[in-house]
């Protein structure tokens, strides 16, 4: 999105994703009648649990939103499993925190899209996977990757090696080279996302045609610090902003933080370890999409954050 997309009433919706939130702001903020900040607060795990009671019998976007949070508690599990909106029970399935018993009390839900879901969930078990979406989903088990080696991956599909890449928790070195090359650009960014990945497997990935792959590789924290270096001078607006978000980018971020994209200020902005100095001067961004990270980021001064929660008011 362009930056004239954005107004000041995105980045007071921004601010309410802040875990940093005083309850002063969220005060104002439940008054807002910005319609973005509701779901935004049903993801902020520093909210109040009377509030998160109130959100999961909420419409379905916000208590979607609400089974996002990582501090949602365990008893609100069960109300938002039986909740009328299918994409809410489809939502839950995502957590890896879910009960055994609602993950089998779900494979049951009238609604196919909730049950292929149950499927997809990590810790559901392999016989109640093949009942509720039959072969369609594989996991490690499934296709028996501890059978897999250097001279039988290329006679595997693509399914089986997005699915082998994105599962199985140790990949062997000389696969990993196999992978760089790989045909299909699933299975390449697949391989870039890992924290395991081996870094001179990321190297060679940060030097992939394909540009997803590239700005998968500038994500992950792993990276090696020179082809961030190498990254953060990709011609992709996407990519540099990718390594300004990298808690891994050090200096990097000082650079970056100068750019000439406001994609790739606002990129420095999100980051995790970004300097309150640096958050201060990008605080006061003319880019409004800028300010909305800033407003999100959990580093941004109690100050700041409270002029950007009442920007535009």
């Given at each position: 999105?362009?930056?004239?997309?954005?107004?000041?009433?995105?980045v007071r919706a921004m601010s309410a994703?802040?875990?940093?939130?005083?309850?002063?702001?969220?005060?104002?903020?439940?008054?807002?009648?910005?319609?973005?900040?509701?779901?935004?607060?049903?993801?902020?795990?520093?909210?109040?649990?009377?509030?998160?009671?109130?959100?999961?019998?909420?419409?379905?976007?916000?208590?979607?939103?609400?089974?996002?949070?990582?501090s949602l508690p365990s008893r609100l599990?069960?109300?938002?499993?039986?909740?009328?909106?299918r994409e809410v029970r489809s939502s839950?399935?995502?957590?890896?925190?879910?009960?055994?018993?609602?993950?089998?009390?779900?494979?049951?839900?009238?609604?196919?899209?909730?049950?292929?879901?149950?499927?997809?969930?990590?810790?559901?078990?392999?016989?109640?996977?093949?009942?509720?979406?039959?072969?369609?989903?594989?996991?490690?088990?499934?296709?028996?990757?501890?059978?897999?080696?250097?001279?039988?991956?290329?006679?595997?599909?693509?399914?089986?090696?997005?699915?082998?890449?994105?599962?199985?928790?140790?990949?062997?070195?000389?696969?990993?080279?196999?992978?760089?090359?790989?045909?299909?650009?699933?299975?390449?960014?697949?391989?870039?996302?890992?924290?395991?990945?081996?870094?001179?497997?990321?190297?060679?990935?940060?030097?992939?045609?394909?540009?997803?792959?590239?700005?998968?590789?500038?994500?992950?924290?792993?990276?090696?610090?020179?082809?961030?270096?190498?990254?953060?001078?990709?011609?992709?607006?996407?990519?540099?902003?990718?390594?300004?978000?990298?808690?891994?980018?050090?200096?990097?971020?000082?650079?970056?933080?100068?750019?000439?994209?406001?994609?790739?200020?606002?990129?420095?902005?999100?980051?995790?370890?970004?300097?309150?100095?640096?958050?201060?001067?990008?605080?006061?961004?003319?880019?409004?999409?800028?300010?909305?990270?800033?407003?999100?980021?959990?580093?941004?001064?109690?100050?700041?954050?409270?002029?950007?929660?009442?920007?535009?008011?």
């Amino acid at each position: 999105m362009s930056d004239d997309e954005f107004t000041s009433d995105n980045v007071r919706a921004m601010s309410a994703f802040n875990p940093r939130l005083p309850a002063d702001m969220l005060e104002s903020l439940l008054e807002d009648e910005y319609w973005e900040i509701p779901a935004n607060l049903a993801m902020n795990p520093s909210i109040p649990e009377w509030l998160m009671d109130d959100y999961a019998s909420a419409g379905e976007e916000v208590a979607e939103a609400l089974t996002a949070n990582p501090s949602l508690p365990s008893r609100l599990f069960d109300s938002l499993a039986h909740h009328p909106k299918r994409e809410v029970r489809s939502s839950l399935l995502e957590r890896r925190d879910l009960p055994l018993d609602l993950i089998y009390t779900l494979s049951e839900d009238d609604s196919d899209g909730v049950r292929r879901a149950v499927a997809q969930n990590v810790h559901c078990p392999d016989a109640l996977r093949r009942r509720v979406d039959g072969s369609s989903v594989s996991s490690a088990n499934d296709v028996g990757w501890s059978q897999v080696t250097i001279e039988n991956i290329s006679q595997t599909s693509d399914e089986e090696r997005i699915a082998y890449v994105r599962t199985c928790t140790v990949i062997d070195i000389d696969i990993q080279d196999e992978l760089i090359t790989d045909s299909n650009v699933q299975v390449r960014s697949q391989l870039a996302s890992r924290l395991f990945t081996a870094r001179e497997v990321l190297a060679n990935l940060g030097a992939d045609s394909d540009s997803w792959v590239r700005q998968t590789v500038a994500k992950n924290p792993n990276t090696p610090r020179n082809t961030l270096e190498t990254l953060s001078r990709d011609e992709s607006d996407w990519i540099r902003a990718a390594v300004g978000a990298n808690p891994n980018a050090w200096e990097l971020k000082e650079v970056l933080a100068r750019d000439a994209s406001p994609i790739v200020r606002g990129g420095v902005a999100s980051n995790p370890l970004a300097e309150e100095s640096l958050l201060e001067r990008l605080g006061f961004d003319e880019a409004v999409q800028v300010r909305m990270n800033v407003a999100a980021n959990g580093r941004t001064p109690i100050d700041l954050l409270s002029r950007l929660a009442q920007e535009g008011l």
